[in-house]
């Protein structure tokens, strides 16, 4: 038995989004191949592999509500963005501009 063919290669995500979304407009429009349908399914998986630690909180309790809340209120725009969990960036030590006389 013969293992399937692997192939790798690296794109950028803006590449990846910028063909993403001419395959999409061709689709949309009825005028893509079957193999340009494919294309975008296959992007689509490998976009997906990219996971994004996102956090909506639109009821305000400092909790990130789940995707549905977040469809149902983005038409208000009142849901804020939570970020996650960032290390908070270290502070600066102030210098003393006094110098000790001796």
């Known amino acids: 038995m013969s293992k399937p063919l692997r192939t790798q290669m690296q794109v950028g995500l803006g590449e990846a989004i910028l063909r993403q979304n001419k395959l999409q407009t061709l689709i949309t429009n009825g005028i893509a191949s079957q193999d340009e349908r494919e294309e975008y399914k296959l992007l689509a998986d490998a976009l997906n ?54």
Do not use: M, Y
């Not at 305000?60 to 804020?80: L, V, Y």
């Open 49 to 102: 592999e990219i996971k994004l630690d996102l956090g909506f909180d639109c009821n305000e309790d400092g909790i990130p509500d789940t995707i549905e809340i977040f469809h149902q209120t983005a038409k208000t725009s009142c849901c804020r963005f939570v970020p996650g969990s960032e290390k908070p960036k270290p502070k600066k030590r102030k210098r003393s501009n006094s110098r000790s006389k001796r």
